[in-house]
């Protein structure tokens, strides 16, 4: 089977070294890949954007199924292109996409469908949205509907701090298009879970839970980044909140996409947040999060890209379960898929700790090009290296990103875990090589 995998960071190194095990894959081909991802694959310098390069680099090199990872490319409509070419892919359609493409679009599908989450208005004139948070309280989050990198939300301590954040979005246009129009909505407190889960329309399977780190510094202090760490499971997230979310959160948001037209085909993300009212949904993504993978996906015992090819062929409740009809979602599907999870998709006991490494100035500017000395860590049992932000040159590894590497760790628990992927980064260096020290310590 010839694979194509649409990416180049951790998320996609720790995909395509997982996939490469099975020995169906005979051939993997990533674009533009990275030098960690280039030990499983060939890397094609075509940009993960470029659709239409992609579209011509898969009709030439007889691809048998693409697995499209990355926000970008499926906001573009990739997964719909391929599949045109008669490309059997892994991701949602650009419709289905939305559900991370456009906040507007996810929240109205939550208002629509009564899943929990915060209150919220839409604004598409600057002076309406600065009159409405005149008169709000604060704290208030400010977000730009489409996609920002992970820097489109403001979580706004006071009036002066949500004005500055609307003026960006809507006047300055620091995200262009993206922030033409604006969600204000409702704080919510409480410890915040990912959850990453497997959906072919038909049934849900979630993994393993996780808790990011999206703060620069330690103490959660600092600028919003793409994620400096990842602990799983997360120790907030226990079997009866899981239970709750799958009745009120996971089902009715497959259910709801179905609904509205859009089957969601893919990895979809849950980013969650559990309130003293219950837990509520601060956002969806349309793929795997990053590094969220690089922690969850050494947990998982079955064949990943079994599991992947199971969701394209819409067979994942018969993968270890009863399947059942493929019209809209019954209520008793939260059985069935606890069942899917137990007999189809494993997950290892133990915990993860996946810390990144990434340059200094990172979220801001930052420069690269240094060489990487990974010291034995590699060779660290438990212990994977993904490249992040790397390349190749002059048969060295050299620094390329603002993330750089993600380091995870797998342990019989949480301490044991952290202590080995902390020791690993203790045996890495680069230059201006910055890491959170606190990752899964609180
Ligand atoms: P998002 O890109 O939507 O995940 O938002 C980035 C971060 O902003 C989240 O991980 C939360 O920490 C924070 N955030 C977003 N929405 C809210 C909210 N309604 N209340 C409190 N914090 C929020
Ligand atoms: N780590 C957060 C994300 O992937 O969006």
Redesign the pocket.
Known sequence: MNILIIGGGGREHVITKYIARNPKATKIYALPGNAGISQFAECVNISAEDINGMISFAQSHAIDFAIVAPDDPLALGAVDRLEEIGIKCFGPSQKAAQIESSKVFAKDLMRKHNIPT?KYEVFTDIDAALSYVAISDCPI?I?ADGLAK?KG?T?AENFQQAREAIMSCMKAKTFGKSGERIII????TGP?VTVLAFTDGKTIVPMISSMDH?RAYDGNKGP?TGGMGVIAPNPYYTPQIADECMKRIFLPTIAAMNEEGHKFKGCLYF?L?LTKDGPKV??YNCRFGDPEAEAVLPLMESDLLEVMLAVSDERLCGYGATPLSASRVPPTLGGMSSAVRQEGVKFRKGASCCVVCASSGYPGHYLTGYPIDFGDADDMAGVEIFHAGTKSEGGKILTAGGRVLAVNAVGDDAESSRALAYEAVSRISFEGMRYRSDIGAN
Do not use: H, Q, T
């Open positions: 915060a989050v977000k992970g939300v979580v909505e409702e704080c919510l915040e999206k919003n980013g947040m601060i956002e």
